[in-house]
């Protein structure tokens, strides 16, 4: 329960911080509790329609050597922001391209964040 907790806070700051580096993608609720909420419908996207997605897209993936998954991260993004905003928590994207920029600034801060952050797994050594 903690590692989901852990993993809701983490997507939590990593999309934060791409409102802070893209232009055109804003939180704009008055506080920052939404924001968990916000993080919890990435992750359902990303478990639930990236997948399917995914594979629907695998011949133009295989065309252009992978870089057509940018564009899914980045359709991803704008679902996300397209039903956070009908639930209003107040996070916004303006379009395809500050969606896939933020995707490629969540998954880095993502990655540089989980750094930081203990392996669990380890720890029952």
Known sequence: ??????RL??????????????DGIRYVAPDYL???????VFG???SIVKPIVSLLALPFTLLTLGLFLLVVNGAMLLLTASLSTR?????EV???????????VVSIATWV???FLPDRDRDDD
């Open 34 to 40: 939404p924001l968990l909420g916000v993080a919890l």
């Open 87 to 91: 639930l209003g928590l107040g996070f």
């Open 9 to 22: 806070v983490l997507s939590a700051v990593a999309l934060w911080v791409a409102t802070k580096f893209v």
């Open 94 to 104: 303006d379009g395809l391209g500050p969606a896939m920029l933020g995707s490629i």
């Open 1 to 6: 329960m903690t590692s989901l907790l852990f």
């Open 113 to 115: 964040l989980g750094a």
């Open 44 to 46: 359902a996207v990303n």
